[in-house]
């Protein structure tokens, strides 16, 4: 009997693993809720429909996104497929017209042989229509129907249908100034756990007073804002009061400055985001400002004045789970076998980071229903960095695009533009080496 799957939503995750299933001849049934019903973010009913940028950023290999792009291709990714074929000029942006790139992605999908396309809404992961599969995708994309949502998450045991996906900025080790920071924890000066950028009174008031008066990204329409764990917009907490950062995320109580030996105005800390230290979270730094103004505002903090930023903050409706604590390295639900989840709602952000998502679950899925278990991406590549980074710290987990702080850290230590560029030679590099062993596998079957 031929093995089969189901995957619920045709965006870029659910087509891509789709083709890359059918590829390995496995039968694929996609569950596509359009035209019978739309998100409120949706209009078109064509698949892989693309509802805010149509940019797919850097195609520069220097860029995280860019060696993506280059390792998706040479995995023979549908969307990059599409988006090549449709580009529309950009500069260094790889951007697409994207009513034909939409059509492409549809039309590839619909007319392969072991790809069947339902127009209808799955509401329950216990529906009749799931029970003929092998096992089921969970491909929904940020926007996922409510009730799809209370299912999924009963079986997890989250409480909430939805939460904002609130993100905030990333800066590089090697960009801090450590002569102005300071480590510690709150009360326990030896630890090594934060690294704290400490206010005066003087530079606490004109980073409030900035703050307050930069320019935001309004919500849209269908965005009721419904904070994960209680956060808060760090604008928006300031908008409180003068004082309230100073005794919330910027309290100083517990840390004193060994370069002063007292007690600093105000704290902002940093937490790393890997055991390497190669990359640091603003704590309590979820933000709606406009992506200008964080740069500008945030370099105000004592020690990020000449800050690399990885990556900057956000907020925005985005249901997605707590990756390392609910899904398997091979992104099955530990709480139900058979069940996968691919695309933003397993905790990547952004359009790549979710086709690339889908890609390899599906390419991997394929490869096992052959008898044959492939090896994991190596980390120094984009795909692998993305895979591990869905099962990282469970107590910190925040869903992230692809950049170089979450790759191990490099042997030697180089500036900025040559950090970069040894980044994307090893990357290169390891990505060849771990294609030839997959493509070796694929032609012993």
Same mark, same amino acid.
């Given at each position: ?9 045709? /965006? ?90 939409? $059509? ?125 764990? /209680? ?20 309290? =100083? ?36 400002? $406009? ?82 278990? =492939?090896?994991? =991406? ?27 702080g979450l790759f191990p850290p490099l042997k030697a230590r180089a500036k900025k533009a040559r950090r970069k560029e040894l980044h994307a030679q090893r990357a290169l590099e390891s990505f060849e080496k771990w294609l030839s062993e997959i493509v070796a596998i694929q032609q012993s079957t």
């Amino acid at each position: 009997m031929n093995q089969s799957i189901a995957i619920i939503g045709g /965006g870029l995750a659910g087509c891509e693993a789709a083709l890359q299933l059918a590829r390995q001849g496995v039968w694929v049934t996609i569950f596509e809720m359009k035209p019978q019903k739309f998100s409120p973010a949706h209009e078109s009913p064509s698949l892989g429909e693309l509802v805010c940028s149509n940019s797919f950023r850097s195609m520069e290999t220097v860029t995280g996104v860019g060696l993506l792009q280059q390792e998706m291709q040479k995995l023979g990714s549908l969307v990059m497929e599409a988006a090549l074929k449709h580009r529309v000029p950009a500069g260094k942006a790889l951007a697409v017209d994207r009513d034909k790139f939409a $059509k492409h992605l549809t039309g590839r999908v619909e007319e392969h042989d072991l790809i069947r396309v339902h127009r209808r809404e799955i509401q329950d992961l216990d529906a009749p229509e799931l029970q003929e599969f092998d096992a089921v995708i969970i491909a929904a994309g940020p926007l996922i129907s409510d009730p799809l949502a209370q299912s999924l998450f009963r079986i997890i045991g989250a409480r909430d249908l939805y939460f904002y996906d609130a993100i905030a900025p990333i800066v590089s080790a090697e960009s801090i100034d450590y002569d102005k920071t300071f480590w510690g924890s709150r009360y326990r000066p030896a630890d090594e756990d934060y690294l704290n950028c400490p206010m005066s009174e003087e530079e606490y008031y004109r980073f409030y007073h900035e703050l307050v008066g930069a320019e935001k990204v309004p919500a849209r329409d269908f965005e009721d804002e419904k904070h994960f764990q /209680g956060c808060m917009p760090i604008e928006a907490m300031a908008e409180k009061g003068e004082l309230t950062m100073a005794y919330g995320p910027l309290k =100083p109580v517990g840390l004193v400055d060994p370069k002063t030996g007292e007690q600093p105005f105000a704290v902002v800390q940093l937490r790393a985001e890997n055991l390497e230290k190669t990359a640091f979270n603003l704590v309590g730094f979820q933000t709606r400002l $406009k992506l200008g103004e964080q740069k500008r505002v945030f370099s105000m903090i004592p020690g990020l004045d000449n800050a690399e930023f990885l990556r900057l903050g956000s907020m925005h409706r985005n249901t997605f789970v707590n990756a390392p604590q609910v899904l398997t390295e091979k992104l099955e639900l530990k709480a139900r076998a058979g069940v996968y989840l691919a695309g933003q709602i397993s905790g990547v952000e952004g359009y790549l980071e979710s086709a690339a998502c889908g890609l390899w679950l599906g390419l991997r899925l394929g490869l096992e229903y052959k008898g044959i278990n =492939p090896p994991r =991406p190596p980390g120094d590549t984009t795909l692998g960095a993305l895979m591990n980074h869905l099962q990282s710290d469970a107590r910190y987990f925040q869903p992230s695009n692809i950049h170089f702080g979450l790759f191990p850290p490099l042997k030697a230590r180089a500036k900025k533009a040559r950090r970069k560029e040894l980044h994307a030679q090893r990357a290169l590099e390891s990505f060849e080496k771990w294609l030839s062993e997959i493509v070796a596998i694929q032609q012993s079957t």
